[in-house]
């Protein structure tokens, strides 16, 4: 097969996938809550080795008694870590967050920048966390966001051999077929990836996607884990497509 039939065959099996998808999870919000892009830039930095569910359970209070840049900038750094202590590796998060806040008032004027290469220079913040600012606060889809659950799916269903997110996020954006769809990728496979495709045991008999997926009912390891069928790529090596304007 040559390189251009895999690559075209890989974007319609993604594009298959989405349709599915989206039809299984028709509505799927962001799971972190909040209520201004400060608040979810920083439940997303607390959500870093963390369930959104714990971020869940620390964000009312933290956001009451810190509601935003000015007050997060100005925060008691004690006080703050106590807030998050439980999504873990809080200190580390609290001077991020402080940071980044500060980072916000003294260059931003107060708000979160709506450009990639501007929320990167937040601390705390790399493409994961800036790919889900942009687009659950702005609508702005300037890259696919790769946490745990797309990077495993994205294996599993054999849409990338690579292993570091950024490397992914590049196949992802090769493949899939329209910028405007990147977040409604990445959102539903983290649905998916919590509901039937874990880490441990996927469900592959009760799974929509099985028949496009290189990996079902693939055989498990003792640990539980299901073997990763790499698919070679045909996908060159080049920067990340430059995002739109
Ligand atoms: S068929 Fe199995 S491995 Fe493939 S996406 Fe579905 S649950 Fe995951």
């Known amino acids: 097969m040559s390189i251009t039939h895999k690559s075209s065959s890989q974007q319609q099996r993604a594009l298959e996938i989405l349709i599915r998808l989206k039809r299984l999870y028709p509505v799927a919000p962001c799971t972190l809550n909040y209520k201004t892009p400060v608040q979810l830039l920083v439940a997303t930095i607390l959500s870093a080795q963390c369930t959104d569910e714990r971020v869940n359970q ?5 956001f009451a008694r810190f509601p935003d840049a000015i007050a997060l900038a100005n925060a008691d750094i004690i006080e703050l870590e106590n807030l998050i202590r439980s999504t873990g ?15 916000i008032l003294e260059k931003f ?16 913040v790399a493409r994961k966390t800036a790919n889900v600012v942009l687009s659950h606060a702005y ?14 799916l994205s ?13 992914i996020e590049r196949d992802l954006m090769r493949i899939l077929p329209h ?3 990147w977040e ?18 996927p469900e592959c008999d009760a799974c929509v996607l099985a028949d496009l997926c290189p990996s079902a009912n693939v055989s498990q390891s003792n ?10 790529l045909a996908i060159p090596e080049e920067p990340l497509p430059n995002p739109p304007r």
């Open 58 to 62: 620390v964000t009312p209070a933290l």
């Open 89 to 103: 590796f809080y200190r580390n998060k609290a001077k991020n967050i402080q940071g980044a806040s500060r980072l």
């Open 109 to 124: 004027g107060g708000e979160v920048p709506k450009r990639m290469e501007l929320l990167l220079e937040l601390p705390g």
């Open 139 to 152: 609508g702005i889809n300037q890259g696919v966001t790769v946490d745990t659950h797309v990077k495993r």
């Open 155 to 167: 294996h599993r269903l054999g849409l990338t051999e690579h292993t570091d997110p950024i490397r």
């Open 179 to 181: 910028s405007e769809e």
């Open 184 to 201: 409604n990728w990445s959102i539903r496979l983290v649905y998916h990836g919590r509901a039937i495709c874990k880490a441990r045991n």
């Open 223 to 232: 640990s539980g884990q299901v073997s990763i069928v790499t698919v070679p």
